[in-house]
């Protein structure tokens, strides 16, 4: 290896004989041809799943949530469990989004528009156990505060309340945010369709015609858009945390619950965006544009709020050590010898002890150890929120009135029929819209690929104080060349 080569970071499109024209063919295969047989297994799957959350949901709506195995100790479980566990998994895609390009960090650039479209679906995924919680879904509207003719209005010093508010807009922006990226990709599907597929295109696309004047608006409203996005990425999760923290409840009364949340949030989500975007870049060949680079990138942030999550949970402990109260000393102790001590060792075990074998380059660069992990952490996180919420809440301060929480088939149920309804909302996304950000890819063809830093060293048109110099921003390489933006 060559001086210049250990210097260059590694590419972010790999492959030779990678032009603009073969991204947008290769990004665009299932778009535009039949689904192949992966995806019909896979749809078929989720769609199952669907169609047990629709009987189970149904159910709930008609029996009410007697149906579920609440109780009167554990009022919340497996409900609001799913919900914070949804809302968790829907923060990576706007971290990416967001945070990732005010720090211009161009390795998002090819996992950005999956992460994105997952936060949307995770969110509908979390909505809908607010309102299947509700008792009287059809009253859902009056928890919004509006004027009606009930003038009913809602407790504004309620967390729960806050909650609406917080969701809502987290909802709101990253859609906006992720359909305005989306809008040049949506013109190139445009302008290769035909018939009834380029009308339907044609209006998504909102008029977009490439212009420069285009383009530069397209920037301005990206970084606008980011620029609001990312403080709901802490807020939303601290709301959610006060739920919980605003309580009396031994194990919830504490300030660490905001960072703690989100932290949590940002590493179920990164996760989950592993889980899905390595199955995709097998199933749709994006190989060349889901590099190693962006996998083991990944996997760092996972190892990094792991670790976080990790000391969060020593910090609790210790709290409720030198707190000296008997009852939050309690609550942390019957996570390892009460009757639910199983689902406190998945916690630990999966957060915690499991996501440090990141710490070895051979494991993050490894996919199949790499998916494995990361559908270990997301078990991990589910079994936290069960363990902060039904192992807290089962035994409270008078022992005359534990009890254990047994789930019945309708809970099970819903959240199998959530995870189904998810799944079945990313593969029709993967169908219809391009699962990575053309446009954004290709800024990165001339800069940042395998062939054009083969190139750079082979000519000779950086030594090695340029590329020193030059490290941390790869595309100040060809600043020359980057009057092919405007031809994309």
Not at 83 to 88: A, D, I, P, R
Not at 331 to 350: K, S, V
């Amino acid at each position: 290896m060559s001086s210049h080569e250990s210097i260059i970071r590694e590419p972010l499109i790999t492959g030779d004989n990678i032009t603009y024209a073969k991204i947008t063919e290769d990004i665009l295969v299932p778009v535009e041809n039949a689904p192949n047989k992966a995806w019909w297994i896979g749809f078929s799957l989720a769609s199952v799943g669907a169609m047990l959350w629709l009987v189970a949901v149904s159910y709930t709506f008609w029996y009410g949530i007697g149906s579920w195995g609440l109780n009167k100790t554990v009022g919340w479980a497996w409900d609001i469990t799913g919900f914070v566990w949804w809302v968790g998994i829907g923060h990576a895609g706007t971290l990416i989004s967001a945070v990732l390009l005010l720090f211009r960090q161009n390795w998002r650039n090819s996992i950005n528009r999956s992460a994105e479209a997952m936060t949307i679906f995770a969110v509908i995924c979390a909505a809908t156990y607010v309102v299947s919680h509700m008792g009287r879904p059809w009253m859902a509207l009056y928890t919004l505060p509006l004027p009606n003719q009930y003038v009913l209005w809602v407790n504004f010093n309620s967390p729960l309340v806050w909650d609406v508010f917080a969701i809502s807009t987290y909802f709101s922006v990253s859609l906006v945010f992720w359909y305005t990226g989306l809008l040049p990709d949506i013109a190139t599907i445009r302008d290769r369709a035909t018939g009834l597929r380029r009308k339907i295109y044609s209006i998504l696309s909102f008029g977009w015609n490439g212009s420069v004047k285009t383009w530069q608006r397209f920037e301005a409203v990206s970084l606008v858009l980011a620029g609001v996005a990312t403080p709901l990425v802490l807020s939303v999760h601290t709301i959610v945390s006060m739920d919980f923290a605003t309580s009396l409840e031994p194990g919830w009364h504490t300030t660490i619950f905001p960072p703690y949340f989100v932290a949590g949030a940002i590493f179920s989500g990164f996760a989950m965006v592993q889980t899905l975007m390595l199955v995709t870049r097998k199933v749709l060949g994006f190989e060349n544009y889901i590099t190693m680079f962006h996998i083991e990138s990944m996997n760092k942030i996972i190892l990094l709020t792991g670790s976080i999550v990790g000391v969060a949970y020593l910090t609790e402990f210790f709290i409720a050590y030198y707190s000296g109260g008997e009852y939050e000393q309690y609550t942390f102790l019957n996570r390892f010898i009460g009757p639910y001590w199983w689902a406190g060792c998945m916690m630990y075990g999966c957060n915690v002890l499991m996501t440090q074998l990141m710490w070895f380059k051979a494991v993050r660069t490894n996919i199949a150890l790499s998916w494995g992990l990361s559908i270990i952490v997301n078990i991990g996180m589910w079994f936290e929120r069960f363990v902060i919420i039904v192992v807290s809440l089962h035994r409270d301060f008078l022992p005359s009135s534990w009890a254990m929480f047994y789930p019945t088939w309708v809970d099970v149920s819903v959240f199998i029929g959530s995870i189904g309804v998810f799944f079945t909302l990313f593969l029709l996304f993967l169908r219809v819209l391009p699962a990575v950000a053309m446009a954004e890819v290709k800024l990165l063809l001339k800069s940042s690929s395998e062939q054009a830093k083969k190139k750079l060293l082979e000519n000779g048109h950086i030594n090695k104080e340029q590329a020193e110099f030059y490290k941390d921003s790869l595309v100040k390489f060809d600043s020359v060349e980057q009057s092919e933006y405007s031809n994309i």
